[in-house]
């Protein structure tokens, strides 16, 4: 009897132990003898009662019920899978909230709630270029707490919170996205954060222009392109171009690398028939991934077009088929052959050629042909007919597209035993098998010239007995026979030679020498002296020139200056003398002398000036001598006398008068 009492009395006691530790309902289904209770509260430490209380637990089932306070804050709720689960409590009244969870064991969780204030509004931050002075500014949430101070805490993309407040000024250090936060806190606890994201960004330049440059003749050309532009302001980027110039399409060999390059930029060094390409891009200096623009590109080739001016090539853009300079069939040399076809209905085709004026015998040959067609065709082929002893190979272009610029090279050899001459090669482009466009030059097959080099037993201009003594025996301080050194190197054998040889050698010197400065002295009169400073001048050599020659063979500079000066003030009174005649022409009141009549008129001469009908026998001035160019009406002077002169028009730069001899 005193055992079953004992029993219910704890069975009694166990439910009473149950319901005193918060036993509320549970979610339908779930039976777990579990409770999660505890007490709501605002910050001041007041009960919350009345607001809902929301209990989740990580467990796949039996995870969520709800529960309202009491009057004291408090709350339960019972039958949850919480065991080793993470548990987690939200108190909900009017617009406040409250949150706290946690993790463990057992079978009954505590967990009390402090309302926490509203989270803060935030300022939407803009995306930006600068990187500096970016304003992060929001609104405080309220706090539901009465006697509570609350106050904010930012998040200033480094993802730790410090106590701040708004607004508050940053800067960053990257071009990229970013995220800042802002949460409001009481005594006890703080908001949700508030989270906002911005970028700052870098817009990349756009791309330079280049000119679209085909061809040259020199060793040397002259870069020159547009720089591209930079939409970023606030601030405003500083830009600079980058140019790489190479032989090689993918650049990955560079002739010229400049990482601050400026238009225009010379390159030098160029070979005749080569492909070069250059590119540049503009950059700023922010330093961002994308801080240059795309590489604009172009390529060239060269050409040895000397003999061709080069305001002459190409002069082909609307003819059927025509040759520039002197290539083509009716010229010689092709060293630069350019024509056109097409038209109506057909393609239109532009070619240009460019092969050497001369080869010589056993040359290997590369004629380079730029090709341009302003439609798709299919398959382009090139072609070389030549004469016998010389070989070429055929070159194609496949599935052409139209406007696209092609490079080929047209290779062949000449042979080594080619008779010496001038030789037709004819030049056919075909499409799809038929030929199109053809036109015919020639070259000029020359004799080959070894290149010299040492051991080749012959002493050349750039050797010498220092640099080659297998070719270059004289100077090496022995008398060699063998070599044929005993009249042919006297700086090797003079002690060998006999003595009556050395005086008959010295006593022809010295009648030479004597002969020569007789000789010199007749030659230097006046009137020889004069002569030879005409001529120089009608050749158009400049009075400096003149001088330094004639002390290099003797002259006195002072005669030299004396003869100059009386040729100068004679040429000086003749063209005063012609400008006079010309004025009293044009005078209306007067009547119109003819030529000869005004040949008959006494003129005033000059000191040292010959009379009128004694032409001085120097070239026109506007003609010939590059320092007399102030003279518009001198050549129709003197082409009224002297109508058997050529009609050439003068060279720029030459002065009214010769020039003082400094």
């Known amino acids: 009897m005193r055992k079953e009492f004992l029993l219910v009395a704890g069975l009694v006691l166990a439910i009473a132990i149950f319901h005193s530790a918060g036993a509320g309902t549970g979610p339908p289904g779930c039976s777990l003898p579990?409770?999660?209770d505890g007490y709501a509260y605002y910050a001041n430490g007041t009960p919350v009662s009345g607001a809902t209380v929301t209990v989740t637990t990580s467990a796949s089932s039996c995870n969520s019920w709800s529960s309202t306070t009491e009057s004291s804050g408090y709350y339960d709720v019972a039958a949850l899978d919480i065991n080793g689960k993470t548990v987690t409590s939200t108190a909900a009244k009017s617009t406040y909230d409250g949150v706290n969870s946690t993790t463990g064991s057992?079978?009954?969780q505590r967990l009390n709630i402090y309302m926490r204030p509203k989270t803060p509004?935030?300022?939407?931050?803009?995306?930006r270029h600068n990187k500096t002075g970016i304003v992060l500014s929001w609104i405080s949430g309220s706090e539901s707490a009465a006697g509570e101070s609350p106050y904010d805490q930012l998040d200033?993309?480094?993802?730790?919170?410090?106590?701040?407040?708004?607004p508050s000024t940053i800067s960053v250090s990257s071009y990229t996205a970013y995220t800042w936060q802002a949460k409001t806190c009481n005594s006890k606890v703080c908001s949700a954060a508030s989270s906002d994201s911005f970028t700052v960004f870098n817009t990349a330049p756009t791309a330079p222009a280049l000119p679209d440059i085909n061809y040259t003749g020199n060793t040397y050309l002259s870069l020159t392109w547009n720089s591209g532009t930079d939409s970023d302001t606030a601030p405003v980027d500083t830009l600079h171009d980058e140019l790489q110039f190479s032989n090689v399409s993918d650049f990955s060999a560079l002739m010229v690398d400049d990482a601050s390059a400026t238009s225009a930029k010379t390159v030098y060094n160029l070979t005749s028939f080569s492909t070069y390409y250059w590119r540049v891009r503009t950059c700023d200096d922010t330093g961002a991934s994308n801080d240059c623009s795309?590489?604009?590109?172009?390529?060239?080739?060269?050409y040895n077009c000397s003999e061709v001016p080069a305001e002459q090539c190409p002069t082909c853009t609307s003819c059927p088929s025509c040759s520039c300079g002197t290539g083509g069939s009716s010229g010689g040399g092709g060293s630069y052959t350019s024509f056109s076809g097409g038209g109506g209905g057909s393609a239109s085709y532009a070619v240009i050629l460019m092969a050497p004026p001369e080869l010589a015998q056993g040359d290997s040959f590369a004629f380079l042909v730029n090709f341009r067609a302003d439609r798709n065709l299919g398959n382009v082929s090139f072609r070389l007919d030549t004469p016998s002893g010389i070989t070429s190979k055929k070159t194609d272009l496949l599935s052409y597209e139209g406007n696209a610029e092609k490079l080929v090279l047209l290779s062949g050899r000449i042979a080594?035993?080619?008779?010496?001459?001038?030789?037709?090669f004819k030049f056919?482009?075909?499409?799809?098998?038929?030929?199109?466009?053809?036109?015919?030059?020639?070259?000029?097959?020359?004799?080959?010239?070894?290149?010299?080099?040492?051991?080749?037993?012959i002493c050349d201009e750039s050797e010498s007995a220092d640099t080659c003594i297998q070719d270059c025996h004289c100077g090496n301080g022995v008398c060699e026979s063998e070599f044929g050194e005993e009249n042919a190197c006297i700086r090797d054998c003079q002690l060998t030679l006999a003595p009556f040889v050395f005086w008959v050698t010295a006593l022809v010197i010295a009648m030479s020498a004597l002969v020569f400065y007789v000789y010199k002295d007749l030659s230097h009169s006046t009137k020889e002296l004069a002569s030879y400073i005409k001529n120089s001048l009608k050749r158009g050599e400049r009075p400096e020139d003149i001088r330094k020659k004639l002390i290099e063979v003797g002259y006195p500079n002072k005669r030299i200056t004396e003869v100059y000066e009386a040729i100068r003030k004679k040429y000086n009174a003749k063209v005063a003398q012609m400008m006079k005649q010309k004025r009293a022409a044009q005078q209306p009141q007067k009547p119109q002398q003819s030529q000869q009549q005004r040949q008959?008129?006494?003129?005033r001469l000059q000191p040292g000036q010959q009379p009128r009908q004694q032409q001085p026998q120097i070239i026109k001035p506007q003609q010939r001598l590059p320092q007399m160019q102030q003279y518009p009406n001198q050549q129709q002077g003197q082409q009224q006398q002297k109508p058997q002169q050529s009609q050439q028009q003068p060279p720029q730069q030459r002065p009214q008068q010769y020039p003082q001899q400094k």
């Open 294 to 302: 795309s590489w604009a590109t172009d390529s060239f080739f060269t």
């Open 156 to 166: 200033n993309t480094t993802g730790i919170f410090y106590t701040k407040t708004s």
């Open 34 to 36: 579990t409770v999660v």
């Open 428 to 457: 056919i482009v075909a499409v799809n098998g038929i030929d199109t466009v053809q036109t015919g030059f020639f070259v000029v097959i020359k004799k080959k010239v070894p290149t010299p080099f040492c051991g080749d037993s």
């Open 416 to 424: 080594d035993n080619l008779p010496l001459g001038k030789y037709t």
């Open 106 to 108: 057992g079978s009954i």
């Open 121 to 127: 509004a935030l300022a939407d931050v803009a995306n």
């Open 600 to 603: 008959q008129q006494p003129t």
